[in-house]
Every structure is written in structure tokens, then in C-alpha cells.
């Protein structure tokens, strides 16, 4: 189907309600926020909205992946995983963070070119994994909260991945 991510998420919230659900890879990174879409000739909003998923892990999200694991496994709540750099997730307005910057809103990246650069610019600027800061862009009463990056794999690290039996 057109928009997989966004069906086969739906069709497992349908069937699982209370499974967790982590999208990653290309499609989330790059839909993490409000976008243009070639496809649709639109701005869509952030991938999170239309596939009522729990978190996005973006970037390349080895260490995320890690951390929402082990996280799981002790019991804790998808909804508590608010603090993991390199996820992004959806909350209602009111429990908004104070910290990082805010984009201007889907609503206001749709009605405005203007507004959908000066979006595109501040993700572009908060991609550093040492100053990066947290963004949030409004989504109508949904505030969607990209965490900073998480900082890439030490050589250490990279080389253990690279030593696993694939």
C-alpha cells in the first residue's frame, strides 16, 4: 500500500493496543517532523501523527535501540521514554517541554512557504549531537518532541557492531 509505515502501524494498534511501537530506519528519520512529500505533492505531518506509533528513533539508532530494549525488559512504559536522545514522540500541548526550540507549526508549514523554510532550517541547525537542541513543532492539540541526536558510536563501539555474527 501507499504509505506502508503508516498502514501496517495502524493495522498492529488495531490488533495489539497495548504493544509498543518503535519506527527507525530511513522513512522515519526522514518523515520525523512535517515534510514535503513528493508522492502526495503536500506537506504531511510528522510520521508519528499518522501512524500513531510510541516513539521514532532517527538517525542511525543503534544506542536508541539499546536503550528502549533494555528499558522494556525492566518493565518501563513506552510512555516514559521521553529522555532518550535520538527519539522523537508525541505528547498533548500541555505537557510540553520548556527546553529546545520550536518549529513553526504543520498548520503554519502548510500555509506558508516562508514558515516551511525557517522549519527546515532550524531542524537543518539542531542536528549536531554536541549542540543540538530539542525540537517541537505543533501538530493541531499534538506537540510533537524530536529529542537532541544521539552522539554516533565511538570506534570501540562501531567495531564491536561489526564484529557480530551477520
Known amino acids: 500500500?501507499?504509505?506502508?509505515?503508516?498502514?501496517?502501524?495502524?493495522?498492529?494498534?488495531?490488533?495489539?493496543?497495548h504493544t509498543p511501537i518503535i519506527l527507525g530506519g530511513i522513512e522515519a528519520s526522514l518523515r520525523r517532523l512535517a515534510h514535503y512529500d513528493y508522492w502526495d505533492d503536500k506537506i504531511r505531518p510528522s510520521i508519528i501523527i499518522d501512524s500513531k506509533a510510541d516513539l521514532i528513533s532517527y538517525g542511525m539508532g543503534e544506542k536508541q535501540t539499546v536503550q528502549i530494549a533494555n528499558r522494556l525488559a525492566a518493565g518501563e512504559s513506552i510512555a516514559d521514554m521521553r529522555d532518550i536522545l535520538g527519539t522523537c514522540y508525541a505528547c498533548p500541548t500541555v505537557e510540553t517541554p520548556y527546553s529546545g526550540v520550536e518549529c513553526p507549526s504543520y498548520e503554519n508549514v502548510c500555509a506558508n512557504k516562508r514558515e516551511y523554510?525557517?522549519?527546515?532550517?532550524?531542524?537543518?541547525?539542531?542536528?549536531?549531537?554536541?549542540?543540538?537542541?530539542?525540537?517541537?513543532?505543533?501538530?493541531?492539540?499534538?506537540?510533537?518532541?524530536?529529542?537532541?541526536?544521539?552522539p554516533p558510536l565511538t570506534q570501540e563501539e562501531l567495531d564491536k557492531v561489526y564484529s557480530l555474527p551477520y
Do not use: W
Open 117 to 150: 523554510a525557517k522549519s527546515c532550517r532550524i531542524q537543518q541547525d539542531e542536528q549536531d549531537h554536541i549542540r543540538g537542541r530539542m525540537i517541537k513543532q505543533k501538530h493541531g492539540k499534538i506537540m510533537v518532541v524530536q529529542n537532541p541526536p544521539m
Open 1 to 17: 500500500p501507499d504509505m506502508p509505515t503508516d498502514v501496517y502501524s495502524n493495522l498492529i494498534r488495531q490488533t495489539y493496543k
